[in-house]
């Protein structure tokens, strides 16, 4: 997880779902390295997976 060109923390980088699971994760406002609209942070945010990696 992480995004394109704006730096910040989330509550939790990594974590391990089975199918049908769903996990949450929180980034603080104050976090960010410069003010995103929720918009452009959905744009920006990348995920990556295990197949992903492998491939």
Excluded: P, W
Excluded at 12 to 31: C, M, R
Aim: glycine share 6%.
């Amino acid at each position: 997880m992480d995004l394109v060109s704006v730096d910040c923390k989330f509550n939790g980088n990594y974590f391990d779902l089975s199918a049908g699971e769903s996990s949450k994760i929180a980034v603080k406002k104050e976090s960010l390295s410069e003010h995103l609209r929720l918009d452009s942070f959905k744009v920006q945010l990348t995920l990556r997976g295990v197949f992903d990696i492998a491939s």
